[in-house]
Nanobody, 115 residues
């Protein structure tokens, strides 16, 4: 059973940085594609960034050049480095683990970008 625990969210001023972490357990982490998604009230959850088991990455256009996803298979952890944050990045950020026939979500961590 996939268990994912996010951390690193918080309040940051516009232009600031945060690094989110997602620790996985219950899975063979290295064979899973991992991703970060975000959701604001009244809107659908949207993709932020993904990283495959082979370290190929994909980003939403809105975060390209500002966010970086990475993974450490030795620590069963995926990261999201967020730089040059904007108020529109405010959301609950969710970690996702996915492979054929299996998927899991974390509980989410709040990121608020405000002065």
């Amino acid at each position: 059973q996939v268990q994912l625990v996010e951390s690193g969210g918080g309040l940051v001023q516009p232009g600031g940085s945060l690094r989110l972490s997602c620790a996985a357990s219950g899975i063979i982490f290295s064979i899973y594609a991992m991703g970060w998604y975000r959701q604001t009230p009244g809107k659908q959850r949207e993709l932020v960034a993904t990283i495959t088991s082979g370290d190929s990455t994909n980003y939403a256009d809105s975060v390209k050049g500002r966010f970086t996803i990475s993974r450490d298979n030795a620590k069963n952890t995926v990261y999201l480095q967020m730089n040059s944050l904007k108020p529109e990045d405010t959301a609950v950020y969710y970690c996702n683990a996915r492979r054929v026939g299996a998927q899991g979500w974390g509980q989410g961590t709040q990121v608020t970008v405000s002065s």
